[in-house]
């Protein structure tokens, strides 16, 4: 297994195919979203998904960060296990500040443009 760390995701490969990914970007207090979980056909139900949880909550306690996990996959895991209580950001640290909508308004008008662009072709 090789694990490849990106700027804003954490991929998993087995013998140079991909297997699967965890995406994330940062978030309130400098927390660290989890807002993608994907295991690619053929991988599923090996562990797969827990293993790039792990990396993530890794990634986070070594950069001294808190996790949100917005991701129904992660979330699920994450709330339910006792194992990450200690890395989530509590709910009164996510009130704490309004997300950086610098962030999401230009993610919403590429996402708007690339729309029309497939739409017209």
Do not use: W
Not at 65 to 94: F, G, H, W
Not at 98 to 106: A, G
């Amino acid at each position: 297994m090789k694990v490849e760390n990106q700027a804003n995701s954490i991929i998993i490969l087995e013998e140079e195919t991909v297997v699967g990914e965890i995406s994330f970007q940062t978030g309130v207090n400098n927390a660290l979203m989890i807002i993608h979980t994907q295991i690619n056909e053929g991988f599923e139900g090996k562990g797969y998904g827990k293993k790039l949880i792990d990396l993530a909550v890794k990634k986070a306690k070594e950069e001294n960060r808190k996790i949100v996990p917005i991701c129904p996959y992660a979330k699920k895991i994450m709330l339910t296990n006792d194992t990450y209580q200690y890395i989530l950001m509590s709910e009164e640290e996510q009130k704490g500040k309004q997300p950086n909508r610098l962030l999401v308004i230009p993610l919403i008008a590429i996402l708007i443009v690339l729309i029309v662009i497939f739409t017209l072709l």
